[in-house]
């Protein structure tokens, strides 16, 4: 089963503005990291922002700011003011269980594109 | 900062053949990842090594092998290649001294079509 669902189809988004990327995942395990990736259309993988289970507050790294919605298993990125290099393809992932070593699974991604 | 190295960039290979994937953690980096995403897809967890030592696999075919060598490099062996092979290959690398917080960094990547 999809343990991180991304449903959103294409964005296009007004430069400037901004745009919030939807991710809802599932697990029973009370110990898990929820991580968002950028990948353009050059193909590199970037890590942009982290969330644990555990943490109090809303993730925030420069532009990009995590809605952290525990009891809905929600993890909504924000991009505030978009730029053209925004546009790409971002990933949802999770960790499951408390080990440093375990893998990250991902959703289906959503696809930004930011307009002049 | 040094990053995950991944060689090499493109490869291409007929069906059948043998493939070898390379990739070079991040120095002091004690697990590495490897995935797999093919075209318009999300990436496919295959298999990882946590301190040179298999840690845990994914739906990696039987065709594919994967090793970590004392040098924390690893390699991914792909034999009697075919079409639905084609992909982008990804390594990854991160610290789990970090706990379940630690982010995977990745590679650029091995683009490989077989044809």
């Known amino acids: 089963a999809q343990k991180i669902t991304q449903t959103q189809p294409g964005m296009f988004v007004q430069e400037k503005e901004a745009v919030t990327l939807d991710c809802t995942y599932d697990t029973s395990d009370p110990s898990y990291g929820l991580f968002w990736y950028k990948q353009p259309s050059s193909g590199e993988m970037i890590f942009l922002i982290y969330q644990g289970s555990y943490d109090q507050q809303n993730a925030t790294e420069g532009r990009y700011s995590l809605n952290f919605q525990k009891a809905r298993k929600s993890a909504n990125l924000v991009i505030s003011a978009s730029q053209l290099g925004d546009s790409a393809m971002y990933f949802c992932?999770?960790?499951?269980?408390?080990?440093?070593?375990?893998?990250?699974?991902f959703g289906k991604g959503n696809q930004v594109v930011v307009i002049p | 900062a040094a990053g995950v190295i991944q060689s090499p960039r493109h490869l291409i290979k007929e069906k059948r053949e043998t493939a070898t994937l390379k990739c070079y953690p991040i120095p002091r980096h004690d697990t590495v990842y490897w995935y797999q995403q093919g075209p318009g897809q999300d990436p496919q967890f295959l298999i990882s090594f946590y301190e040179k030592m298999q840690s845990d696999k994914g739906s990696i075919p039987d065709r594919f092998s994967a090793q970590q060598f004392s040098d924390y490099h690893s390699e991914l062996n792909m034999s009697s290649l075919e079409l639905g092979d084609s992909a982008l290959y990804f390594c990854?690398?991160?610290?789990?001294?970090?706990?379940?917080?630690?982010?995977?960094?990745f590679g650029n990547g091995t683009r490989l079509t077989v044809t």
């Open positions: 992932a999770m960790r499951e269980g408390p080990h440093g070593n375990n893998r990250l699974a």
């Open positions: 990854a690398s991160s610290l789990s001294a970090e706990g379940f917080s630690s982010p995977l960094h």
